[in-house]
């Protein structure tokens, strides 16, 4: 029967996953895999989430989340998804930065870059050394009101341009800014730093089939254009959700929708305490993207310009001119042929951060007009790399954070999701209603591929445990922090 198919689905189901992006999908197939019955729902007729790609006339396809990745994803897709899988993903190794400060290509590990801070930028190496053992440092972890900012500066005060090279990626993989908690951006830096960068060879088509071959042989059953309306809640319980006009119930929810849309829209305030209420509301949601996807005529070969490019015309780096209106900095992220060898096709995504208010109150001519104007920028900038790209492009076009919103149903087209504190809201939502769970990017560290692979298992932990209680007939757990 179609994936598509509303009807003939059961009455209920031990747990509903709505959504299916990385999150969605990997709490729904660790619960499959535990024997429950799962039903995993998606309102896109496209699995995935944000990892997703598109096709486009000429052969080509578009990745528009494969940028980069830590070597975690390799330990985490084998334990929790397929040895087939994790054997597909490899490095990036020719990263390059280029920006008026400093020019130069790394692999971005932690050999490498204490390596490029001591040749390049002319630190000690104990000073690099001391850097890089703080950030595992355990007080460290316990500060929450240093921020990333002062983390970086008690380690390289008046440098500028180290502050660049340490921040701008992490910037661009999961929206962060200097004012963030250092943790975060610790964790995430030494995630990188444990062995550079990653991506799925093959495509993101090629690893979310994958994905729900394996989640569909564990057992669970998989809905596309199937948006719930209702997370339907009754004396603090829940009891399933409303699909397409129908009911079908469900001892445990795990939302992998937005966690500001799941309390206030899907479940309704209604059912949660207005404290608890105050503090969704006051979670702050992560920036957006811009993007331009750039397919090059079939045979077409440019030299090795680097996989992944951070390049930037601001004098210096700040999060705001990284999420200026007309960008001033981009990614290139160029995908050789080998990264689909059977199409032999070249493709390039530029990606910038950007803000939704940018874009959302564009009457539709003037929106179109920016979108061309963002592509003419871009294929400007491109030349500086490949000259004469301009006669090699057979596919060219944009996404801005209304594609985003619209595709995911993200609040303000968020690309990585909310930032820290939605984290503790997502936690804590099952001891506001009972069997209620949330799965997906949030408070910056559960963000991204590896992080919404990692928290759909957590997730999926809690609610195996919930799931067992109550077929076992034990009293509701307690619901112990993560
Ligand atoms: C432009 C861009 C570039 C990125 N680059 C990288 C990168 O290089 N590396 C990296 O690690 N991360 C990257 N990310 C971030 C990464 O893609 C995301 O953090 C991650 O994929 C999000 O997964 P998620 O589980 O939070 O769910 P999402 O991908 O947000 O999926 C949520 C799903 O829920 C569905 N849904 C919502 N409401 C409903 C409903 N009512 N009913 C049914 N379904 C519903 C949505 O349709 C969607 O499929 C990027 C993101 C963007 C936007």
């Given at each position: 029967m179609g994936r598509d198919k509303l009807d003939e689905l059961a009455d209920a189901y031990d747990a509903i996953v709505i959504g299916s992006g990385l999150g969605g999908l990997t709490a729904a197939n660790q619960l499959a895999k535990s024997g429950h019955k799962v039903l995993l729902l998606e309102?896109?007729?496209?699995?995935g989430g944000l990892a997703t790609w598109f096709r486009r006339k000429g052969g080509h396809i578009f990745d528009i989340s494969l940028h980069g990745f830590p070597f975690g994803m390799v330990k985490s897709c084998r334990k929790y998804w397929t040895k087939e899988i994790a054997d597909s993903i490899v490095q990036v190794k020719d990263i390059r930065f280029r920006n008026p400060q400093f020019n130069l290509s790394t692999t971005y590990d932690r050999e490498d870059f204490a390596e490029n801070l001591v040749?390049?930028?002319?630190?000690?190496r104990n000073a690099v050394e001391r850097f890089f053992s703080s950030l595992g440092a355990a007080d460290f972890y316990k500060d929450?009101?240093?921020t990333t900012r002062e983390l970086l500066e008690r380690y390289f005060p008046n440098r500028p341009d180290i502050l660049r090279l340490l921040m701008e990626p992490i910037a661009y993989a999961n929206?962060?800014?200097?004012?963030?908690?250092a943790h975060t951006y610790a964790l995430v830096f030494s995630n990188f730093m444990q062995k550079g960068v990653y991506i799925f060879r093959g495509g993101t088509d090629a690893l979310i089939r994958k994905m729900v071959g394996e989640l569909e042989r564990n057992g669970a059953v998989v809905r596309i254009?199937?948006?719930?309306?209702r997370i339907a809640i009754e004396d603090g319980v829940v009891r399933g959700v409303k699909v397409g006009g129908r009911f079908v119930r469900a001892g445990a929810v795990v939302s992998n929708a937005n966690l500001k849309s799941t309390v206030l829209?899907?479940?309704?305030?209604?059912?949660?305490n207005p404290g608890f209420i105050k503090e969704v509301e006051a979670v702050r949601m992560g920036s957006s993207s811009t993007q331009v996807y750039i397919g090059l005529k079939h045979g077409a070969t440019i030299p090795?310009?680097?996989?992944?490019i951070f390049h930037s015309d601001a004098p210096a780096f700040s999060s705001a001119s990284l999420l200026?209106?007309?960008?001033?900095s981009r990614t290139f992220s160029v995908y050789y042929p080998d990264m689909r060898p059977r199409r032999g096709r070249t493709t390039i995504v530029s990606s910038t951060n950007a803000e939704y208010r940018d874009w959302a109150g564009l009457g539709e001519e003037e929106y179109q007009r920016q979108k061309q104007q963002l592509i003419e920028d871009t294929l400007v900038c491109l030349e500086q790399y490949i000259p004469g790209v301009r006669a090699m492009v057979d596919h060219v076009e944009a996404a801005t954070p209304r594609t985003v919103e619209s595709y995911t149903q993200h609040l303000f087209g968020a690309?990585?999701?909310?930032?820290?504190?939605g984290l503790k809201v997502s936690r804590d939502l099952p001891a506001q209603v009972r069997g209620l769970f949330h799965a997906g990017s949030?408070?910056?560290?559960?963000?991204g591929w590896l992080g919404t692979v990692n928290y759909g298992v957590i997730v999926a932990d809690r609610v195996d445990r919930f799931l067992h209680a109550i077929k076992t007939g034990r009293a509701q757990p307690a619901y112990a922090a993560l």
């Amino acid at each position: 029967m179609g994936r598509d198919k509303l009807d003939e689905l059961a009455d209920a189901y031990d747990a509903i996953v709505i959504g299916s992006g990385l999150g969605g999908l990997t709490a729904a197939n660790q619960l499959a895999k535990s024997g429950h019955k799962v039903l995993l729902l998606e309102q896109h007729y496209q699995l995935g989430g944000l990892a997703t790609w598109f096709r486009r006339k000429g052969g080509h396809i578009f990745d528009i989340s494969l940028h980069g990745f830590p070597f975690g994803m390799v330990k985490s897709c084998r334990k929790y998804w397929t040895k087939e899988i994790a054997d597909s993903i490899v490095q990036v190794k020719d990263i390059r930065f280029r920006n008026p400060q400093f020019n130069l290509s790394t692999t971005y590990d932690r050999e490498d870059f204490a390596e490029n801070l001591v040749r390049l930028f002319g630190v000690g190496r104990n000073a690099v050394e001391r850097f890089f053992s703080s950030l595992g440092a355990a007080d460290f972890y316990k500060d929450m009101c240093l921020t990333t900012r002062e983390l970086l500066e008690r380690y390289f005060p008046n440098r500028p341009d180290i502050l660049r090279l340490l921040m701008e990626p992490i910037a661009y993989a999961n929206g962060s800014t200097f004012e963030d908690p250092a943790h975060t951006y610790a964790l995430v830096f030494s995630n990188f730093m444990q062995k550079g960068v990653y991506i799925f060879r093959g495509g993101t088509d090629a690893l979310i089939r994958k994905m729900v071959g394996e989640l569909e042989r564990n057992g669970a059953v998989v809905r596309i254009c199937a948006n719930v309306e209702r997370i339907a809640i009754e004396d603090g319980v829940v009891r399933g959700v409303k699909v397409g006009g129908r009911f079908v119930r469900a001892g445990a929810v795990v939302s992998n929708a937005n966690l500001k849309s799941t309390v206030l829209k899907l479940a309704g305030p209604e059912h949660f305490n207005p404290g608890f209420i105050k503090e969704v509301e006051a979670v702050r949601m992560g920036s957006s993207s811009t993007q331009v996807y750039i397919g090059l005529k079939h045979g077409a070969t440019i030299p090795a310009i680097g996989d992944l490019i951070f390049h930037s015309d601001a004098p210096a780096f700040s999060s705001a001119s990284l999420l200026a209106r007309k960008p001033v900095s981009r990614t290139f992220s160029v995908y050789y042929p080998d990264m689909r060898p059977r199409r032999g096709r070249t493709t390039i995504v530029s990606s910038t951060n950007a803000e939704y208010r940018d874009w959302a109150g564009l009457g539709e001519e003037e929106y179109q007009r920016q979108k061309q104007q963002l592509i003419e920028d871009t294929l400007v900038c491109l030349e500086q790399y490949i000259p004469g790209v301009r006669a090699m492009v057979d596919h060219v076009e944009a996404a801005t954070p209304r594609t985003v919103e619209s595709y995911t149903q993200h609040l303000f087209g968020a690309s990585f999701g909310t930032k820290y504190e939605g984290l503790k809201v997502s936690r804590d939502l099952p001891a506001q209603v009972r069997g209620l769970f949330h799965a997906g990017s949030v408070g910056i560290i559960m963000s991204g591929w590896l992080g919404t692979v990692n928290y759909g298992v957590i997730v999926a932990d809690r609610v195996d445990r919930f799931l067992h209680a109550i077929k076992t007939g034990r009293a509701q757990p307690a619901y112990a922090a993560l």
